[in-house]
């Protein structure tokens, strides 16, 4: 018998106020037809003055919650990927924490930008097979709308703000490929590209919040290389291919970055669960976004075999393959 990371459930959030590509054309020199033939995005959720990550977190955990059918105090350790936290410190996650009114078990912020939620799924699962805790709420929350130049036409109509969680419980599974649960995850950084992708602020170098700034060419050029080693290194972990895969729900950041992923990783469009045309690039929230819209849509089936990638500044990227 092996130990696996199961999905319980899955949830998300979205603020309420939605930001057409016409509304942001009134803003900065850009146009609606420009903003989906480059990226196919259409439109994305702003939070609301005061509404900060934590707020989205704790709407995306409570409905994570009662799709997996669990109380709060069910949930030992909560993980959350976040790029732009409610503080410098405490993290978000406790937060969540205190939001759900947890007193036990350990709670923690991931730091990897919209690669945060793969990068936080494999470290709950890690934690999860060791034994040591029980249930794990893995959360990606972000508000990037605090954090986008909005005179910068070639950053802001890319980003919103969501947030999204599943529960992940440690079970007993006979040890195959076949299991439930995460089968196998892998984790990539490259320091070398920061400048190609990152905030120009920090609390030791400029003491401020600083803003988004990308070489959107050369993040385009490195994105699908990227992407694909770590679901060939999937591949090969575990004996599957492109055509046992049953789900790819990838980072939402643009949607051709999207298509040409799928078609060089040799998985049909029609496996694809896109979203980034609804809510634009949620950094670390747009997986498990993606993967409650399929869930609610009732695509998602117990048994699926499900593969999650992310490609994030850094660089970092990663995949995780499991049976849903």
């Known amino acids: 018998m092996t130990l696996r990371s199961v999905v319980l459930g899955v949830g998300g959030y979205l603020p309420e106020r939605v930001l057409t590509n016409a509304e942001l054309a009134g803003m900065v020199d850009t146009t609606d037809e420009w903003i989906v033939q480059r990226t196919g995005i259409r439109q994305r959720h702003v939070a609301a003055t005061g509404e900060v990550t934590s707020d989205l977190a704790l709407a995306a955990a409570k409905a994570a919650l009662a799709d997996a ?44 930008v919209c690669s945060g939620f793969v990068f936080a799924l494999a470290t709950a699962d890690a934690m999860l097979t060791s034994g040591r805790f029980r249930r794990a709420l893995v959360i990606g929350a972000e508000t990037f709308s605090r954090i986008l130049d909005w005179t910068d036409r070639t950053t802001c109509v890319l980003f919103g703000d969501g947030a999204g969680a599943v529960v992940l419980e440690r079970q007993e599974q006979p040890g195959t490929r076949d299991d439930r649960g995460v089968l196998t995850s892998h984790l990539r950084s490259d320091g070398r590209h920061k400048m190609k992708l990152y905030v120009d602020g920090g609390p030791s170098s400029t003491q401020t919040v600083g803003h988004l700034r990308m070489e959107g060419r ?36 643009n949607r051709r970055i999207i298509d040409a992923s799928a078609v060089k990783l040799g998985i049909a469009a029609e496996k694809v669960v896109t979203t980034v045309d609804r809510h634009a690039n949620t950094s670390a929230a747009s997986i498990p976004l993606a993967l409650s819209v399929a869930a609610a849509e009732g695509r998602l089936k117990p048994g699926n075999l499900v593969l999650l990638e992310a490609m994030g500044g850094g660089f970092t990227w990663g995949s995780v393959l499991l049976r849903w």
């Open 69 to 112: 059918g669990l109380e709060a105090a069910d949930i030992d350790l909560i993980v959350l990927a976040t790029a732009t936290p409610d503080n410098t410190f405490p993290s978000t996650a406790v937060a969540v924490q205190a939001g759900l009114g947890i007193t036990h078990g350990a709670a923690f912020d991931v730091q990897a």
């Open 218 to 253: 050369e993040v385009f050029r490195h994105a699908v290389g990227m992407i694909t080693d770590v679901v060939v290194d999937a591949f090969k972990a575990t004996g599957y291919g492109p055509d046992d895969i049953d789900w790819f729900v990838p980072h939402q950041a």
